[in-house]
């Protein structure tokens, strides 16, 4: 397995959230821009696990909203970096919805996010040492 893999995989970030009456819009589901948050701030811890650089958001990409996400529902996020370059690196996250009270869960959201890392003064950096 390569160094990259290697860091892929423990840089992996799971969240666990619930679905609160104050993150959800008017069809009592939660509301598409906290999921957008929420998917950020994963990919971001994981973005910044994989590098140990300071990275920041610069794109997203191909988000898919399958199914609607009720109040009263677990989430999981699971962000992965799935691509690398020479400043960057994009990350995967999927979110999944459980239901509190049954095993049913399923995959309900999928996006990419690219980050770079930036020096001091805030501009580009190698996102790993060569």
Not at 7 to 13: A, I
Not at 38 to 49: G, K, L, P, V
Not at 87 to 99: A, G, H, R
């Amino acid at each position: 397995m390569s160094e990259i893999e290697i860091l892929k995989n423990k840089s992996e970030t799971r969240i666990f959230k619930a679905v609160f009456p104050n993150t959800t819009n008017h069809y009592d589901t939660l509301f598409g821009g906290t999921t957008l948050h929420m998917m950020d701030e994963a990919s971001f811890i994981c973005a910044t696990r994989f590098s140990r650089k300071k990275m920041v958001t610069v794109s997203t990409d191909k988000i898919d909203f399958t199914t609607p996400i009720p109040q009263g529902s677990i989430v999981e996020l699971v962000a992965r970096v799935d691509k690398v370059g020479r400043s960057s690196c994009v990350v995967k996250t999927e979110v999944f919805m459980e239901d509190m009270y049954s095993d049913d869960r399923e995959k309900v959201v999928t996006g990419y996010f690219t980050f770079v890392a930036i020096g001091e003064d805030k501009k580009p950096i190698l996102i790993l040492s060569e």
